[in-house]
Structures are given as C-alpha cells and as structure tokens.
C-alpha cells in the first residue's frame, strides 16, 4: 500500500470528522459546568486556568480532542511495524488524553465516548474509500474460486 494513500486518508479522516463535528455541534449546542471547582494554587493551578482560557467549554459532544487523538492512534497503529518504538511511545502518550479531557472538566465522559466513535467512524470509512483494502485474509481464496473437493476412489 502507497504511504500517499494513507496519508490522504489520515487528512481525509480529520476533515470529514471535523465536518461532523461542526455539524453536531450545531445540532448539539453543550456546555461544560465548571462552578464548582475549586483550582489548586501554585503551577498546576495556573495551568488549569490557562487552558480554561483558551478552550472555553462549549461545544462538547461530541470530543475533538478525542476524535483527533483516536484518528492519529490508529495511524501510529498502523505504522507500529515501520517505526516500532516510537509508534508505541506515541500511542500511550495519546492514550493520557482521554481521562485529562474529563480531569480537566473539558468534557464528559459521554463526549469522550461519542469522540472515539466518531474518530474511529471516519479513519475507517475513508480508509475503506481511500486505500480499498482487500477483505479477504491472504490465506484463503476469494469467494467464488474455491475448489470443489476431490473423490477418491
């Protein structure tokens, strides 16, 4: 499989799935309540703060910080064999984004949820368009050639 397919079908995944998000958004207008925590002093507070500051909690349902995460795991996935180590590396630090997007009151969990779908929902679907992969394992024969079995006498 050429590197431009999966390349196209990584920018494909995040525009569609941002198409969509756009739309859900649209469809589903959320906020995030914040009134009742209290931000710790010091550094971590400040970081708090900070991305309180830049990513207001509207537009939660469902999580683009999901989704986009779920679509470049997946592609780290599939290159685990080009690039071993770091893809992995990669992986699990990507994996820490789905609890600090909740610990960070950025989203619920039904929004984390709804983000991985819908991250998975598109990689694959464009994936499917893009690349055609072949669905049949390499080990058996396509449908319709099997040989018929043979009697012996």
């Known amino acids: 499989m050429s590197s431009f397919r999966r390349f196209l079908t990584i920018g494909f995944a995040l525009i569609f799935s941002q198409l969509f998000l756009d739309l859900a958004y649209i469809l589903f207008q959320t906020n995030v309540l914040r009134d009742d925590v209290t931000v710790p002093d010091g550094f971590s507070g400040w970081l708090v703060t900070t991305v309180w500051g830049n990513d207001l909690p509207f537009n939660g349902y469902p999580s683009g910080h999901c989704t986009w995460t779920t679509i470049a795991i997946i592609a780290l996935f599939r290159l685990r064999r080009v690039m071993p180590k770091t893809a992995w590396i ?4 990507l994996c820490l984004i789905y609890p600090a997007t909740v610990m960070l009151r950025q989203h619920y969990l039904m929004d984390v949820y709804a983000g991985i779908f819908v ?4 990689y694959w679907a464009c994936m499917f368009i893009i690349e055609r992969p072949k669905l049949v394992p390499s080990m058996e024969p396509p449908l319709g050639r099997t040989k018929a079995p043979q009697l012996q006498d």
């Open 119 to 122: 991250g998975f929902a598109t």
């Open 90 to 93: 990669l992986m699990g630090w």
